[in-house]
DNA sequence: CTTGAGAGCTTGAACGCTCAACTGTTGCTC
DNA sequence: GAGCAACAGTTGAGCGTTCAAGCTCTCAAG
């Protein structure tokens, strides 16, 4: 039960890392969606996409796009971008390079609910992430993360690209 | 652009460090989630509850406690217990102590299923997370993430206590 | 006792995600 | 320029979680 060094077997100390880990970034991420959705109605992962748009040029993204920026599937894309579609928060274009290919663009309604609502997360980050760690903390957490997604299948995207 | 202190808004540190923890949590989480789905067809969440179950003193708990081990609510346990109950992999039974209540007994199927597929997990632990990570940066990992557990409600359970 | 507040758990509907087809377009090759 | 594989996106069914009731049981007070 003590210094298992065996390929099967986490160490005690791997345990407690990769549970402490695991609880504290859904918790977090429990906690966060939880009063997105309170007050604002929204749906998880939707804060996500609105913020991904108006950082684009033009507030416009392809679907594709939409998909590899959030790391999970057209098919979601689709779905989601119906749902903020008929909230008015988006709408469709036809892509003009590649008549396969749709445009979701951010609209006037759906850049006001991002104002609207952004204060609110960040206040809720400030409160349950930041205003518990020093600025070393801050630092070192971000660097390991980043090195936890480098090898990440996926994750290359994220972390040392100069456009972030 | 460059250092805004304003309480409304991130400092391009803190949202560098906040979508990395986002990021890399959340794409190593759905990626041992498939693995799991893939492997041994069970369903996100699944493999949490057995191991609970499987720590716990004659394999058995209340749905109460599950819901609060597992972060989650009573409603998603009577699911989850439902499912696993079908599979086998679970039995239930009356709470000698209270009759308002269940116990969830996990069964040698069920510590079967957990034991086949626990290896596998582990293996991509490692190759995704601790593989990528120096001992000190894991400790350090660790570190942080009880802090965060810490401040958050409901995380009080997770960290220090001896039972871990 | 009996009454009432609250705990423990369940139920069923609504909702979002996933997965496996499927449609239409592009671009390469012969 | 005809054929064909790969790409972009959609569709619909299946499934797990969430949320708001609802039911049974407990416990303490009168």
């Known amino acids: 039960m003590a210094t298992a060094t065996s390929p099967q ?10 549970r402490a880990f695991a609880r504290s970034s ?12 309170r007050d604002a109605g929204m749906a998880p992962g939707t804060y996500e996409l609105l913020v991904i748009l108006s950082e684009s040029p033009a507030r ?23 749902r903020l579609v ?5 709408e469709r274009a036809t892509c003009p390079s590649d008549r396969r290919g749709w445009l979701a663009v951010l609209t006037d309604a759906g850049q006001g609910a991002l104002a609207a609502t952004a204060p609110r997360l960040i206040e809720g980050l400030r409160a349950h992430l930041f205003d518990g760690l020093s600025k070393d903390d801050a630092a070192e957490l ?20 100069p456009g972030a």
Chains 1, 2 share one sequence.
């Open 86 to 90: 008929d909230l008015g928060w988006v």
């Open 142 to 161: 971000r660097r390991i993360c980043e090195a936890i997604l480098a090898r990440l299948p996926g994750g290359a995207a994220a972390g040392g690209c």
């Open 9 to 18: 077997l986490l160490t005690a100390e791997e345990q407690a890392t990769w």
């Open 26 to 37: 859904r918790l977090l991420f429990t906690q966060l969606e939880r009063d997105l959705s």
């Open 60 to 82: 416009a993204m392809r679907m594709n796009e939409l998909a590899e920026a959030t790391l999970t599937s057209p098919s979601r894309i689709t779905h989601a971008v119906e």
